[in-house]
C-alpha cells in the first residue's frame, strides 16, 4: 500500500507558475504509475497528466499541454506538476494517484484505473 500526501497548491495569479508535488511513503515508488487529476467545484474529476513508472512515458490533457511538465524522482519517491502561465480555469484541487503497474511504459489516464489517492491541494488562480 502507499500513502500520498500533495503540497504547493495555494493562491496565484494568472500567468504565473506553480509546482505541486506529491510524496509517496514506501520503498516501491518506482514500481507505481502516477497521475495528477483535479476536480474545480460542480466538474467531474479529470485527468491533467500521468506519467509511467521510470518516467519514460507521459501523457497530458490538451488543456495543460505546452504549460505542465510531470516529473518523478524516484529516488526521492516524489512526482511533480510543474504548470506555467496558469489560467483562471486552471483552478481546482490536484489530486495525487498511484497505481501499481507490471510495465514500465504504462501510462494511466483514468481515474478509476488508480488505486491510491492523495487528499489533494487547492489552486487557485486569479485574474
Known amino acids: 500500500q502507499v500513502q500520498l500526501v500533495e503540497s504547493g497548491g495555494g493562491l496565484v495569479q494568472a500567468g504565473d507558475s506553480l509546482r505541486l508535488s506529491c510524496a509517496a511513503s514506501g520503498r516501491t515508488f518506482s514500481t507505481y504509475a502516477m497521475g495528477w487529476f483535479r476536480q474545480a467545484p460542480g466538474k467531474e474529476r479529470e485527468l491533467v497528466a500521468a506519467?509511467?513508472?521510470?518516467?519514460?512515458?507521459?501523457d497530458y490533457a490538451d488543456s495543460v499541454k505546452g504549460r505542465s511538465t510531470i516529473s518523478r524522482d524516484n529516488a526521492k519517491n516524489t512526482v511533480y506538476l510543474q504548470m506555467n502561465s496558469l489560467k483562471q480555469e486552471d483552478t481546482a484541487v490536484y489530486y495525487c494517484?498511484?497505481?501499481?503497474?507490471?510495465?514500465?511504459?504504462?501510462?494511466?489516464?483514468?481515474?478509476?484505473?488508480?488505486?491510491?489517492w492523495g487528499q489533494g491541494t487547492q489552486v487557485t488562480v486569479s485574474s
Open positions: 506519467i509511467s513508472r521510470n518516467g519514460g512515458n507521459r
Open positions: 494517484a498511484a497505481k501499481g503497474a507490471l510495465m514500465t511504459i504504462i501510462v494511466g489516464t483514468r481515474d478509476a484505473w488508480y488505486e491510491y
